[in-house]
Protein backbone atom coordinates (compact mmCIF):
# COMPACT_ATOMS: atom_id res chain seq x y z
CA UNK A 1 0.00 0.00 0.00
CA UNK A 2 2.54 2.31 1.03
CA UNK A 3 4.64 1.74 -2.05
CA UNK A 4 1.51 2.16 -4.19
CA UNK A 5 0.87 5.77 -2.57
CA UNK A 6 4.67 6.67 -3.22
CA UNK A 7 4.36 5.91 -6.64
CA UNK A 8 1.39 7.69 -7.24
CA UNK A 9 3.06 10.50 -6.00
CA UNK A 10 6.34 10.58 -7.48
CA UNK A 11 3.94 10.92 -10.72
CA UNK A 12 2.23 13.78 -9.59
CA UNK A 13 4.97 15.55 -7.72
CA UNK A 14 8.55 15.89 -7.93
CA UNK A 15 9.74 13.89 -5.40
CA UNK A 16 12.63 12.21 -3.60
CA UNK A 17 13.36 9.18 -1.81
CA UNK A 18 15.20 10.21 0.98
CA UNK A 19 14.86 6.78 2.91
CA UNK A 20 13.48 6.51 6.24
CA UNK A 21 12.67 9.61 8.12
CA UNK A 22 14.89 10.34 11.23
CA UNK A 23 13.81 13.92 12.16
CA UNK A 24 11.10 16.51 11.00
CA UNK A 25 10.20 19.31 12.63
CA UNK A 26 12.08 19.01 15.74
CA UNK A 27 11.26 15.86 16.41
CA UNK A 28 13.28 12.97 16.43
CA UNK A 29 12.41 9.80 15.21
CA UNK A 30 14.26 6.39 15.61
CA UNK A 31 12.74 3.16 13.65
CA UNK A 32 14.12 -0.29 14.68
CA UNK A 33 12.10 -3.61 14.19
CA UNK A 34 10.50 -3.44 17.61
CA UNK A 35 8.91 -0.16 16.96
CA UNK A 36 9.32 3.63 16.71
CA UNK A 37 10.44 6.26 18.97
CA UNK A 38 9.30 9.65 19.04
CA UNK A 39 11.01 12.33 20.74
CA UNK A 40 12.01 16.28 21.29
CA UNK A 41 15.29 15.59 23.16
CA UNK A 42 16.73 18.70 21.88
CA UNK A 43 13.83 21.41 22.35
CA UNK A 44 13.61 21.26 25.76
CA UNK A 45 17.30 21.92 26.06
CA UNK A 46 16.80 25.16 24.04
CA UNK A 47 13.62 26.02 25.98
CA UNK A 48 15.92 25.64 29.12
CA UNK A 49 18.26 27.89 27.73
CA UNK A 50 15.91 30.68 26.30
CA UNK A 51 14.32 30.92 29.47
CA UNK A 52 17.15 31.13 31.43
CA UNK A 53 16.44 28.12 33.48
CA UNK A 54 19.26 25.61 32.89
CA UNK A 55 20.29 25.41 36.35
CA UNK A 56 17.20 24.88 37.65
CA UNK A 57 16.41 22.28 40.85
CA UNK A 58 14.01 19.30 38.86
CA UNK A 59 10.18 18.23 40.68
CA UNK A 60 8.86 15.42 39.94
CA UNK A 61 5.58 16.28 38.29
CA UNK A 62 4.65 19.24 35.92
CA UNK A 63 2.23 20.67 38.11
CA UNK A 64 1.23 20.58 41.89
CA UNK A 65 -1.43 18.04 42.56
CA UNK A 66 -3.50 20.61 44.12
CA UNK A 67 -2.95 23.85 42.04
CA UNK A 68 -5.80 26.07 41.70
CA UNK A 69 -4.90 29.44 39.57
CA UNK A 70 -7.48 32.38 38.99
CA UNK A 71 -7.82 34.80 36.09
CA UNK A 72 -7.93 37.52 38.94
CA UNK A 73 -5.04 36.78 40.81
CA UNK A 74 -4.18 39.31 43.26
CA UNK A 75 -0.20 38.73 41.95
CA UNK A 76 1.99 41.24 40.02
CA UNK A 77 1.73 40.93 35.94
CA UNK A 78 4.45 39.62 34.03
CA UNK A 79 5.78 40.09 30.53
CA UNK A 80 3.37 39.05 28.15
CA UNK A 81 5.27 38.61 25.19
CA UNK A 82 7.45 36.18 27.49
CA UNK A 83 4.54 34.18 29.08
CA UNK A 84 2.99 33.78 25.44
CA UNK A 85 6.71 32.08 24.45
CA UNK A 86 7.15 30.32 27.08
CA UNK A 87 3.41 28.79 26.63
CA UNK A 88 3.82 28.73 23.09
CA UNK A 89 7.22 26.62 23.42
CA UNK A 90 5.10 24.18 25.89
CA UNK A 91 2.46 23.41 23.44
CA UNK A 92 4.69 22.51 20.48
CA UNK A 93 6.27 19.99 23.22
CA UNK A 94 3.04 18.13 23.92
CA UNK A 95 3.38 17.13 20.63
CA UNK A 96 5.30 14.23 21.55
CA UNK A 97 4.70 14.28 25.74
CA UNK A 98 1.45 13.82 26.51
CA UNK A 99 2.50 13.56 30.08
CA UNK A 100 2.78 17.86 30.47
CA UNK A 101 -0.52 18.34 28.67
CA UNK A 102 -2.50 18.24 31.31
CA UNK A 103 -0.36 21.35 32.92
CA UNK A 104 0.12 23.37 29.85
CA UNK A 105 -3.51 23.53 28.84
CA UNK A 106 -3.86 24.72 32.96
CA UNK A 107 -1.53 27.56 32.33
CA UNK A 108 -2.88 28.43 28.39
CA UNK A 109 -5.87 29.60 30.23
CA UNK A 110 -4.22 32.63 31.47
CA UNK A 111 -2.65 33.89 28.19
CA UNK A 112 -4.51 37.25 28.36
CA UNK A 113 -3.34 38.28 31.79
CA UNK A 114 -0.52 36.69 33.06
CA UNK A 115 0.36 37.33 36.50
CA UNK A 116 3.24 35.74 38.18
CA UNK A 117 1.56 32.69 39.98
CA UNK A 118 0.66 31.66 36.52
CA UNK A 119 4.54 32.23 35.40
CA UNK A 120 5.49 30.29 37.96
CA UNK A 121 3.00 27.11 37.48
CA UNK A 122 4.65 27.33 33.14
CA UNK A 123 8.22 27.25 34.95
CA UNK A 124 7.40 24.35 37.03
CA UNK A 125 6.46 22.16 33.97
CA UNK A 126 10.16 23.91 32.49
CA UNK A 127 11.54 22.11 36.05
CA UNK A 128 9.92 18.76 35.38
CA UNK A 129 11.11 18.98 31.55
CA UNK A 130 15.26 19.19 32.45
CA UNK A 131 14.46 15.88 34.33
CA UNK A 132 13.24 13.97 31.35
CA UNK A 133 14.54 15.14 28.42
CA UNK A 134 15.06 11.39 27.29
CA UNK A 135 11.03 10.69 27.33
CA UNK A 136 8.75 10.68 24.42
CA UNK A 137 6.90 8.16 22.49
CA UNK A 138 7.39 4.24 21.90
CA UNK A 139 5.07 2.90 19.17
CA UNK A 140 5.44 -1.03 18.99
CA UNK A 141 5.05 -3.14 16.05
CA UNK A 142 2.18 -5.79 17.45
CA UNK A 143 -0.73 -6.59 14.99
CA UNK A 144 -3.03 -7.22 17.97
CA UNK A 145 -3.17 -3.62 19.50
CA UNK A 146 -6.15 -2.48 20.65
CA UNK A 147 -7.83 1.34 21.09
CA UNK A 148 -8.27 2.16 24.04
CA UNK A 149 -9.45 5.66 25.42
CA UNK A 150 -9.25 7.00 28.90
CA UNK A 151 -11.39 10.02 30.02
CA UNK A 152 -12.27 12.05 33.28
CA UNK A 153 -13.50 15.21 34.35
CA UNK A 154 -13.77 17.18 37.47
CA UNK A 155 -16.81 18.53 37.23
CA UNK A 156 -16.87 22.23 38.19
CA UNK A 157 -13.08 22.67 39.37
CA UNK A 158 -12.45 26.23 37.48
CA UNK A 159 -12.57 28.72 40.46
CA UNK A 160 -13.13 31.50 37.80
CA UNK A 161 -16.27 30.32 36.06
CA UNK A 162 -17.35 26.51 37.11
CA UNK A 163 -16.66 25.11 33.93
CA UNK A 164 -15.90 21.91 33.92
CA UNK A 165 -12.27 20.32 32.87
CA UNK A 166 -12.75 16.93 31.17
CA UNK A 167 -9.82 15.27 28.88
CA UNK A 168 -9.14 12.45 27.23
CA UNK A 169 -6.45 10.14 25.59
CA UNK A 170 -6.52 7.41 23.28
CA UNK A 171 -3.50 4.90 22.32
CA UNK A 172 -2.88 1.78 20.57
CA UNK A 173 -0.21 -0.56 22.05
CA UNK A 174 2.29 1.12 24.01
CA UNK A 175 1.63 4.81 23.11
CA UNK A 176 -0.89 7.98 22.79
CA UNK A 177 -1.94 8.77 19.88
CA UNK A 178 -4.45 11.73 21.01
CA UNK A 179 -4.99 13.26 24.43
CA UNK A 180 -6.98 16.38 24.94
CA UNK A 181 -8.36 19.07 27.95
CA UNK A 182 -10.28 21.05 27.65
CA UNK A 183 -13.12 23.67 29.89
CA UNK A 184 -16.73 23.09 29.50
CA UNK A 185 -19.84 24.90 30.57
Same mark, same amino acid.
Given at each position: ? $? ?10 ? =? +?????? +? ?15 ? +?????? !? ?6 ? *?? @? =? ?5 ? !? #??? &? ?7 ? *? @? ?19 ? *? !??? +?? #????? &? *????? !? ?6 ? #? ?18 ? $??? &? ?17 ? &? ?9 ? #? ?10
Amino acid at each position: M $FDDFKKVMTNEF =E +MTDVGQ +MSYFLGVEVKQSKDGIF +MSQKKY !PEQILKKF *RM @E =ECKLVST !P #AEA &SIKLRVDST *R @ESVNLTLFKSLVGSLRYLTFT *R !PDI +MY #AVGLV &S *RYMEK !PKQDHFMA #AKRILRFMKGTFDHGLFYTH $FQD &SKLVCYSDSDYGGDLDDGK &STSGYAFHIGS #AIFCGHQRSNR
